[in-house]
């Protein structure tokens, strides 16, 4: 029954549909929801939609190469999947299906802080590089293991998220009162209101002072911000907005990018996300200045739909849509993506 369905999606959109009747609707109503009235999270879509895309024709687009280094790694191609938490409310097999989809579809994977499966068995499964999505908590000694412990089981990047003080006035998950299942537990987290409200750049310096791996900050969305992780010497930025569940009505990130894109001038990779759906959404977000995107709500709903076979198809969905967008705009490589491919 779930291949007959799976077989007929065509595109990340369908994904939601066919998630709604394979979810309950707590877990549905945790992975869909923004916060207060969803001003941001429809503001995502809609800015990408709102850019229109400027074509070159007569290009020699044979072979289109989708391939990109980060921090160090080769990818080839620009798609990471976001960190969520909770993947077995979604599915049985939670971030385990996560990470033999990741890998099937060559991807990376960025495990939340609140994964229901540990670093060690995922790193068990994992084909393709791992990194960690960290959430510091006001015990810093905890939040140092955490780090030696993504370590130790091989993660390749440590993602700090700096938007969530405090998770905003999330209306919808208090509607149906959201909790996590019996049974389903947050190893290397334990407590969700746990984290600290007092983290200021000075602990991002003490998080590099000890990391052997690269330290990025997600959750940016003032340049200023962009230009102070740049100065604080982290290896990259991403810029969100949480996909709008935290504070509502700030921009939509593709709005906010071209802004910091023009303040950090290329001196570390910036990474975005919010509302990344179709190829030509890869295309505008690195024409604007992004290195790489991640997603995440169609990656929750692609493993609610088909387990680790639903995660690849979103992502390779999103892969073959990037590259028809690079070849019907005339560009073959992501290097050659710039402005031009907008239309002004
Ligand atoms: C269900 C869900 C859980 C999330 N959990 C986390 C999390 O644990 N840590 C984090 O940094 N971001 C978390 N995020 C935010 C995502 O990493 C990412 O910024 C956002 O979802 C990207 O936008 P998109 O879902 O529109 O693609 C979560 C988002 C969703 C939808
Ligand atoms: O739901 C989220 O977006 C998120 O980042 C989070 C925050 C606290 C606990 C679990 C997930």
Known sequence: MDKIEIAGIVNLFDFEKLAVSKMTNMAYEYVASGAADEFT????????????????????????DTSTSLLGLDLPHPILIAPTAYHKIMHPEGELATARGAGAAEAVYVVSSFTTTSLEEIAKVATEPLWLQLYVRDD???TKDLVQEAEYQGCMALC???DTPVAGARNRQQRVNFALPNGVHTPHMHDAFALTKSLTWK????????????????????????????????????????SGRNLDTVPATIEALPRIAEKVNKRIPILMDGGIRRGTDVLKAIALGA???????????????????????????LR????????????????EIDSSVIWK
């Not at 999270?41 to 044979?62: C, E, F, M």
């Open 203 to 242: 602990d991002i310096e003490w998080l590099k002072s000890f990391a052997k791996i690269p330290v990025l900050v997600k959750g940016i969305l003032n340049p200023d911000d962009a230009e102070k992780a740049v100065e604080t010497g982290v290896s990259g930025i991403v810029v969100s907005n949480h």
């Open 41 to 64: 999270v429809r503001w995502n879509r809609q800015a990408l939609d709102a850019i229109k895309l400027n074509p070159t024709v007569l290009v020699d687009v044979s072979q289109i």
């Open 320 to 335: 073959n849509e990037f590259e028809l967008a690079m070849a019907l705009t005339g560009k073959a490589t992501i290097a």
């Open 140 to 142: 810093r000694s905890f």
């Open 160 to 162: 700090v998220t700096v």
């Open 291 to 317: 290195n790489a995107v991640l997603v995440g709500k169609p990656i929750c709903f692609g493993l609610a739909c088909g387990g680790a076979e639903g995660v690849t198809k979103v992502l390779g969905i």
